[in-house]
């Protein structure tokens, strides 16, 4: 076999347009989702202390930031809610007149190409923070699904184009699939986060969010950082109940998941480049500790490289800007 001096590898790094040429993976913006945090009330936005950049706002407030977003080209938002009022069953979260159906109204109107899909989980709406029904201390998993399926139907019926369940209750994707097709929304995709792990890097969310529990944590219900072949048989089993998108988070520490994932299945996969994750580049790259930018492409290069389909990061307008600029 042929090899050095005649097998040069180098020759193709030599210059951008050569690297260019020949580069194996690229992130677009058409990849991207950008999570929103929306609080109910009038007149209000606030800087994410532990998120710099990134704000929780009312929905008279959203106009601006959809537009900047459509601008951008990002082609969907992930929308988050903060209710006023909690209580012990998240019954905020099943309004028709909900934080999340607000937002869903005013988003159409700004931007109506722009894809709106929704998060959902009761853990922004209960007064405990946890992701469902607790009873004796425990949260219910069958007593949780209808909720969620309530849930569902709200965003579907406000406009939204995704339902996302991420409270990782068994059977979950089935409830809401037979609701949605029950109730005229048959055409309405489930994006299902499959493999949701236990993970570190939700501090920043939980802030954000306003949806740290009160007792205990959520490690009965999300996944066990160490296992993947637990993770493919969750996809496995979304899949089976109808989710049409299947997601792994969190991505950084998980790119490993990712591929395990992609290499058995051929649904479209998103993976979730989460807060801590974020947080962790803006501290360093504030502190002059390594270049933003270039952390920023390397980190999604390495999601997309993993085999990830869509990419949902808080640095999507960022990442858009950089794109814009190539």
């Keep these: 076999m042929a090899g050095f001096p005649n097998v040069r590898l180098r020759r193709l790094r030599r210059t951008e347009a050569l690297r260019a040429l020949v580069r194996e993976n690229r992130v677009e913006v058409g990849d991207l989702i950008y999570p929103l945090f929306v609080v109910e009330g009038k007149g209000l936005k606030e800087e994410i202390t532990s998120m710099p950049g990134i704000f929780r706002?009312?929905?008279?407030?959203?106009?601006?930031?959809?537009?900047?977003?459509?601008?951008?080209?990002?082609p969907a938002v992930l929308l988050f809610g903060i209710p006023e009022k909690k209580d012990e069953t998240g019954s905020s979260a099943c309004q028709p007149d909900g934080v999340i159906p607000q937002a869903i109204r005013v988003i159409k109107s700004a931007a109506p190409e722009l894809m709106v899909i929704t998060d959902v989980c009761l853990c922004e709406y209960t007064s405990h923070g946890h992701c469902g029904v607790v009873n004796d201390g425990q949260v219910d998993n069958d007593r949780t699904l209808p909720l969620l399926a309530?849930?569902?139907?709200?965003?579907?019926?406000?406009?939204?184009?995704?339902?996302?369940?991420?409270?990782?209750?068994?059977?979950?994707?089935?409830?809401?699939?037979?609701?949605?097709?029950?109730?005229?929304?048959?055409?309405?995709?489930?994006?299902?986060?499959?493999?949701?792990?236990?993970?570190?890097?939700?501090?920043?969310?939980?802030?954000?969010?306003e949806s740290t529990p009160r007792f205990g944590d959520r490690r009965g219900y999300q996944m066990d950082p160490p296992n993947v072949r637990e993770a493919l048989r969750e996809v496995e089993q979304d899949i089976k109940e109808g989710a049409d998108i299947v997601m792994v988070k969190p991505a950084l520490a998980y790119l490993d998941v990712i591929r395990q994932v992609r290499n058995v299945c051929n649904y479209p996969l998103a993976a979730y480049n989460v807060s801590g994750e974020y947080a962790m580049v803006k501290a360093a790259a504030g502190r002059g500790w390594l270049d933003e930018k270039r952390a920023v492409t390397e980190i999604l290069t390495a999601i997309k490289r993993a085999g990830a389909d869509i990419i949902i990061t808080y640095h999507a307008k960022q990442m858009a800007r950089w794109l814009q600029e190539e």
């Design 150 to 209: 309530t849930m569902a139907l709200s965003h579907a019926a406000a406009g939204a184009d995704i339902v996302a369940p991420s409270d990782m209750m068994d059977g979950r994707v089935k409830v809401i699939r037979e609701a949605l097709d029950g109730k005229g929304f048959p055409h309405i995709p489930i994006m299902s986060y499959a493999a949701k792990y236990a993970s570190a890097f939700y501090g920043p969310f939980r802030e954000a969010a």
């Design 57 to 74: 706002g009312s929905p008279d407030r959203l106009s601006p930031e959809i537009e900047d977003i459509a601008s951008l080209k990002i």
